[in-house]
Structures are given as structure tokens and as C-alpha cells.
T-cell receptor, first 113, second 115 residues
């Protein structure tokens, strides 16, 4: 596609529920990154994919968070047993080489009530 | 570990004037890249400018320039001739080496351009 697409743009869920956030990167971009941005903060790294594999998941806060990229294109961030502290904007970015030129999606605003 | 520090939570500038947004960084890598992104109220992160650590000249992209002072570990963004549409959050970021190229972001600076 022309840009990085993230769906849904907004998600409201109840505490304890499971959510999935989707990222569709630019076609051909092998590197994909997930970030979380809390209000008034900069993006915080969650996980990085190179192709189908998670090359670095050191930013995932706990085992409730998991992400996949089974075919090396679309990625899904999965959050189990959501907590109010998970409320944030989740950003996805992709890159052709990873060296520079990261393109971000518009993000998914997650609200846990 | 990499660290980005943006000490200005908010900046104000008159339309058509220049403004400098500060960014300092800390890294033990010899090779790294520095970025600036703009985030308007719509939420998307817009790439503005990139500076490689071995680039001898400061990067420029239209009205944006990056004042890179390697010895001081600073990478300030200069916006010339500010426009009302420049009002947004601005984030400084860096990426290291090692194959992952994972960017680390600062906390951002809010810029408001007054008419």
C-alpha cells in the first residue's frame, strides 16, 4: 500500500478483555516496529520484526503482550487481560532497510475502561 | 544503551521567525543516526530530517536544518520562517547499529506558532 495502515483507529475495551491491533506495512518493507505512546510521552519501543521473526521483543512490558507477523507483512499486536494502564496510542512503523526512513502509521488509540 | 533528552516541554514562536528545538543524546556507538519527527494533533509521525553520525555537513530539508554538534552530542532542529502549520509535537530520535536499527525517542517538545 501507499502507507502504513493501522486498524482500528480507535478501540475501547473493558478491563480484562483481549484485544488485537493490526498493522499493514508498506509493501516490501521487511522491518516492522511497534511502539506505545502514552499521553505526553514519546513513543516507547515494544517489538521489532525482521521478516517473519521477532528480532527484538525486549520492549514488551509483560507476558500479556504478544505480537506476530506470520507472512512477513501484516503484523498483529495482541494484548490479553487488558488493564487500564494499557491505555495509550499504539504506533506501528515499517522500513525497507531499517537504517533510516521509518514510516509510521496513524496509530490505534486504545482505551481500557 | 541509547538516551535522547529533550529539555524543552514547550516552545512558542512568532510566525515567520526561526526557532531551535534542543536535543541531546547519549550513546556508546560509534555509528548512529539521528532523526526528527513531527507529530501534529492528528497523531501521525511525520519524518522531517536525518543526520548520520559520520556526515560532516549538517542535514537540511527545506525549512528544516539539523545543527549537529558531535562533540557536544547535540542534534538541534532549526525551523526557519515558522508557519502556523508547524504547530505540533516534535520528537528527536536516534538509532544505533547492530542490525536492529531500533529508534529511541525523546519525550518531545510542543511547538506553538503564533500569528
Amino acid at each position: 500500500g501507499a502507507g502504513v495502515s493501522q486498524t482500528p483507529s480507535n478501540k475501547v475495551t473493558e478491563k480484562g478483555k483481549y484485544v488485537e491491533l493490526r498493522c499493514d506495512p508498506i509493501s516490501g518493507h521487511t522491518a516492522l516496529y511497534w511502539y506505545r505512546q502514552s499521553l505526553g510521552q514519546g513513543p516507547e519501543f515494544l517489538i521489532y520484526f525482521q521478516g517473519t521473526g521477532a528480532a527484538d521483543d525486549s520492549g514488551l512490558p509483560n507476558d500479556r503482550f504478544f505480537a506476530v507477523r506470520p507472512e512477513g507483512s501484516v503484523s498483529t499486536l495482541k494484548i490479553q487481560r487488558t488493564e487500564r494502564g494499557d491505555s495509550a496510542v499504539y504506533l506501528c512503523a515499517s522500513s525497507a532497510t531499517g537504517e533510516y526512513g521509518y514510516t509510521f502509521g496513524s496509530g490505534t488509540r486504545l482505551t481500557v475502561v | 544503551a541509547q538516551k535522547i533528552t529533550q529539555t524543552q516541554p514547550g516552545m512558542f514562536v512568532q510566525e515567520k521567525e526561526a526557532v531551535t528545538l534542543d536535543c541531546t543524546y547519549d550513546t556508546s556507538d560509534q555509528s548512529y543516526g539521528l532523526f526528527w519527527y513531527k507529530q501534529p494533533s492528528s497523531g501521525e509521525m511525520i519524518f522531517l530530517i536525518y543526520q548520520g553520525s559520520y556526515d560532516e555537513q549538517n542535514a537540511t530539508e527545506g525549512r528544516y536544518s539539523l545543527n549537529f554538534q558531535k562533540a557536544r552530542k547535540s542534534a538541534n532542529l532549526v525551523i526557519s520562517a515558522s508557519q502556523l502549520g508547524d504547530s505540533a509535537m516534535y520528537f528527536c530520535a536516534m538509532r544505533g547499529v547492530g542490525g536492529s536499527y531500533i529508534p529511541t525517542f525523546g519525550r518531545g517538545t510542543s511547538l506553538i506558532v503564533h500569528p
